[in-house]
């Protein structure tokens, strides 16, 4: 099925500035990107399915007043994501989404530029469950004072800052990436990009409404307690907790 409604719209700050109104709003990376993200943020969503074929790459570049080749870097991208395929006389279509990469952090971006699936956000919060509290007990055994120091200003930056602002969502991404580093692990530590982007947003996510119910800071400090005292269950029991209460005042969020 080819989607009918046509693209969504390119916000205008994405363009240069043009000589001519006649002029193609240009290929740069900005605008490529932001054609990349709008057309992300509705597959992701469901506005575009699997399975429907995108708007031709002449009409797609025509309807947003951008250039052929911007569209098709942006294809590019999602292509690399796993969202979509082109091919020669068929077109770009929607591919199946479990061949989406969901843990990329430009597509974790994108599901929740919306509102997200609660379908999608507890898969993610189970990821969790299962990598965090094994990589907390790793970093209880292997952690050393640089992991401890980075663990530690990344707190003093939570309690600073406080996670309803981005200063203080950033050091609470610090914070889980720096137990991921922590555990000497090459496999664990490549999905670093990808926790933390599941712990920025869904954090931001939960507070869209209304402040946390509650400070969130003290059930990181266990986990830094544990692993600094080198207590292995101690450390994978507090981290289990912490993205336990999480995922519930996630739930809370997106009752309301």
Known sequence: ?????????????????SSSPKTRRGTGRRLHGAIAHKLGAAIVSGEYRPGDTLSGEVAFSEALDVSRSAYREAVQVLSAKGLV??????GT???????WNLLDPDVLAWAFSGEPDIHFVRSLFELRSIVEPAAARL?????????????RDALA??????????????????????????????????LTASIGAAVAWTTQFKQRSR???????????????????????GAGEAMRLLVDLALEDTRSAMEE
Request: no cysteine.
């Open 1 to 17: 099925m080819t989607k009918g409604d046509g693209p969504p719209a390119i916000e205008a700050e994405a363009a240069p500035e």
């Open 85 to 90: 395929e082109s091919r020669p006389k068929t």
């Open 93 to 99: 279509r929607v591919l199946p989404r479990n061949r």
């Open 139 to 151: 970093a209880a055994e292997r952690r050393d004072k640089a992991d401890l120091k980075e663990m």
């Open 157 to 190: 930056a939570m309690r600073r800052h406080t996670l309803a602002t981005e200063a203080g969502r950033t050091a609470d991404r610090d914070f889980h990436n720096a137990v991921l580093a922590a555990t000497r692990n090459d496999a664990l530590v490549v």
């Open 211 to 233: 402040a946390l119910p509650r400070n969130p800071v003290p059930d990181h400090v266990k986990v830094y307690d544990a692993i600094a005292a080198s207590d292995v269950e």
